[in-house]
């Protein structure tokens, strides 16, 4: 057994515990290192570019485990962050013990620990992507009164060489099943993998997406969350991330999050649901529709939308995605159940829902919701966000929107009830998202007091986002590669595994 193979012995550790993982303490953690004879730690940490970097420890007795655990370790900042400096460059590392799972891929018995970054000083690093969506996060509660709270829907691609076997239609894959499906058998053990890490996973399926080309066969799959906090639901999301890439290898096929991996088919989205939560209660939900609340969140997004494609689309290939008809967003709008706008309020239950008793005649139970499921869907970001600092970004808009005079308004405005691709009377007169990296920093340039009110985004960091997107020199990339489809296969391919 190799390190990328699955261990169908993985252990869910709250069930060990009789905990759940927020309450896991230290001494939590030395406990499941005894009871499971855990040889190996693992140290994960999200770097700059948004993929997670690796630690590899041997637990060498009780007082080196309590050391690591307690002080965590020293790494080399400018390696891992290209705003740090080579003259000032140690950080520390030091493990959030919430985030502990057994790892499901090593014959070693090891267990893996996201990090948070620490400065030589012994504070936070402020630039440090969790502590900036820590930041954030805190801020919006403190002002508000109330938690963000958010899912992902993850889309990727398994790439494998094609098969003769069952092919199914072009762009015709949606929610398809096995054998149509090669790899659901794939998408499922990630799903066990991730869930026993502690992802509160929703449900998964095939996507739209199945495309031949050439010797290659692509098919879309997607992975959704339930609601969590927005530390947790970025954690996951990265988590999720290397999962899928580490079963993907064991499979020996590619998984690549890209948002375009063929032109004119089905770019890779990912979506992020949110709803504000106070005392147990969704308060975005009102009398037959959104509360004021919830329209205030809308326009928050809205109104921050142009630069939050700066940590949620960050590579060229970002904007071939945003393209009209692609059930990908290009204009600044919202509206209920609607795939063709920027924001979505998609369907939700009742809170007492009798369908049940439908479908089965004879049953007669009834059902009470714990909380109401309604969420609003901001659909522009893809793969390629640093999801931290996306979801940061979110809570910054969301807290603009509850606290500004002008968010009500801006709602009422941007509101779109058709289809907006069939409606060009209605989509011309609409505000349109950036299309280019090169656009994107501009935006965020424009916007960039909001992220910076209140310290939740250093300076440094803003200024380092706004270079790496006008690095890529992309200003009207996709009419510069209309119809060179050799080029466009070069960028996609330069970009298939970032982050």
């Given at each position: 057994?190799?390190?990328?193979?699955?261990n169908?012995?993985?252990?869910?550790?709250?069930?060990?515990?009789?905990?759940?993982?927020?309450?896991?303490?230290?001494?939590?953690?030395?406990?499941?290192?005894?009871?499971?004879?855990?040889?190996?730690?693992?140290?994960?940490?999200?770097?700059?570019?948004?993929?997670?970097?690796?630690?590899?420890?041997?637990?060498?007795?009780?007082?080196?485990l309590?050391?690591?655990?307690?002080?965590?370790?020293?790494?080399?900042?400018?390696?891992?962050?290209?705003?740090?400096?080579?003259?000032?460059?140690?950080?520390?590392?030091?493990?959030?013990?919430?985030?502990?799972?057994?790892?499901?891929?090593?014959?070693?018995?090891?267990?893996?620990?996201?990090?948070?970054?620490?400065s030589?000083?012994?504070?936070?690093?402020?630039?440090?992507?969790?502590?900036?969506?820590?930041?954030?996060?805190?801020?919006?509660?403190?002002?508000?009164?109330?938690?963000?709270?958010?899912?992902?829907?993850?889309?990727?691609?398994?790439?494998?060489?094609?098969s003769?076997?069952?092919?199914?239609?072009?762009?015709?894959?949606?929610?398809?099943?096995?054998?149509?499906?090669?790899?659901?058998?794939?998408?499922?053990?990630?799903?066990?993998?991730?869930?026993?890490?502690?992802?509160?996973?929703?449900?998964?399926?095939?996507?739209?997406?199945?495309?031949?080309?050439g010797?290659?066969?692509?098919?879309?799959?997607?992975?959704?969350?339930l609601?969590?906090?927005?530390?947790?639901?970025?954690?996951?999301?990265?988590?999720?991330?290397?999962?899928?890439?580490?079963?993907?290898?064991?499979?020996?096929?590619n998984?690549?999050?890209?948002?375009?991996?063929?032109?004119?088919?089905?770019?890779?989205?990912?979506?992020?649901?949110?709803?504000?939560?106070?005392?147990?209660?969704?308060?975005i939900?009102?009398?037959?529709?959104?509360?004021?609340?919830?329209?205030?969140?809308?326009?928050?997004?809205l109104?921050?939308?142009?630069s939050?494609?700066?940590?949620?689309?960050?590579?060229?290939?970002?904007?071939?995605?945003?393209?009209?008809?692609?059930?990908?967003?290009?204009?600044?709008?919202?509206?209920?159940?609607?795939?063709?706008?920027?924001?979505?309020?998609?369907?939700?239950?009742?809170?007492?829902?009798a369908?049940?008793?439908i479908?089965?005649?004879?049953?007669?139970?009834?059902?009470?919701?714990?909380i109401?499921?309604?969420?609003?869907e901001?659909?522009?970001?893809?793969?390629?966000?640093?999801?931290?600092?996306?979801?940061?970004?979110?809570?910054?808009?969301?807290?603009?929107?509850?606290?500004?005079?002008?968010?009500?308004?801006?709602?009422?405005?941007?509101?779109?009830?058709?289809?907006?691709?069939?409606?060009?009377?209605?989509?011309?007169?609409?505000?349109?998202?950036?299309?280019?990296?090169?656009?994107?920093?501009?935006?965020?340039?424009?916007?960039?007091?909001?992220?910076?009110?209140g310290?939740?985004?250093?300076?440094?960091?803003?200024d380092?986002?706004?270079?790496?997107?006008?690095?890529?020199?992309?200003i009207?990339?996709?009419?510069?590669?209309?119809?060179?489809?050799?080029?466009?296969?070069?960028?996609?391919?330069?970009?298939?595994?970032?982050?």
């Open positions: 057994m190799s390190d990328d193979t699955i169908p012995e993985t252990t869910n550790l709250e069930d060990i515990l009789n905990k759940p993982r927020k309450d896991f303490t230290k001494d939590d953690i030395v406990k499941i290192v005894d009871k499971l004879g855990i040889c190996m730690l693992n140290f994960r940490y999200v770097g700059g570019d948004g993929r997670l970097k690796t630690l590899n420890f041997v637990i060498q007795g009780k007082k080196h309590d050391r690591i655990l307690t002080l965590g370790e020293r790494v080399d900042g400018s390696s891992l962050f290209k705003f740090v400096d080579a003259g000032m460059s140690d950080l520390y590392v030091v493990p959030r013990y919430r985030t502990a799972f057994v790892n499901p891929f090593s014959k070693i018995p090891t267990l893996d620990l996201l990090c948070s970054y620490f030589p000083d012994g504070s936070p690093f402020d630039p440090a992507p969790e502590y900036v969506l820590k930041k954030a996060d805190e801020r919006l509660k403190e002002k508000t009164g109330m938690a963000l709270e958010a899912l992902g829907e993850l889309e990727f691609y398994i790439i494998a060489p094609k003769n076997l069952y092919p199914e239609e072009v762009q015709r894959g949606y929610h398809t099943s096995y054998p149509f499906s090669k790899f659901e058998g794939l998408r499922k053990e990630a799903m066990l993998a991730i869930s026993m890490a502690g992802g509160r996973i929703k449900y998964g399926h095939s996507e739209v997406g199945f495309v031949r080309y010797d290659l066969e692509f098919e879309q799959n997607e992975i959704e969350f609601p969590m906090s927005l530390e947790e639901a970025a954690d996951y999301i990265v988590l999720a991330r290397w999962m899928l890439r580490a079963i993907g290898h064991r499979y020996g096929v998984i690549t999050f890209a948002p375009k991996v063929l032109v004119g088919h089905a770019g890779s989205g990912l979506h992020i649901h949110s709803r504000l939560v106070k005392d147990g209660v969704n308060m939900v009102g009398h037959k529709g959104l509360s004021k609340i919830g329209l205030k969140l809308i326009g928050g997004y109104k921050l939308a142009p939050l494609t700066a940590f949620g689309n960050t590579i060229p290939i970002s904007y071939l995605r945003l393209v009209p008809h692609q059930e990908a967003p290009t204009a600044i709008c919202w509206g209920y159940r609607n795939r063709s706008a920027l924001v979505r309020v998609p369907l939700a239950w009742d809170t007492t829902s369908m049940h008793r479908a089965n005649p004879n049953e007669k139970s009834t059902y009470q919701l714990e109401h499921p309604q969420t609003v901001f659909r522009a970001p893809d793969g390629s966000a640093n999801v931290h600092l996306l979801l940061a970004g979110m809570a910054v808009a969301a807290l603009n929107g509850l606290t500004s005079s002008d968010s009500l308004e801006l709602a009422e405005k941007l509101f779109v009830d058709s289809n907006i691709f069939r409606d060009p009377e209605t989509y011309k007169d609409l505000p349109s998202l950036p299309s280019s990296c090169w656009e994107s920093a501009e935006k965020l340039q424009e916007q960039r007091k909001f992220y910076e009110e310290g939740v985004f250093p300076p440094e960091l803003i380092w986002t706004i270079s790496k997107l006008k690095g890529y020199e992309d009207d990339l996709s009419e510069r590669l209309y119809r060179k489809d050799r080029e466009i296969e070069k960028l996609v391919m330069q970009f298939l595994h970032h982050p």
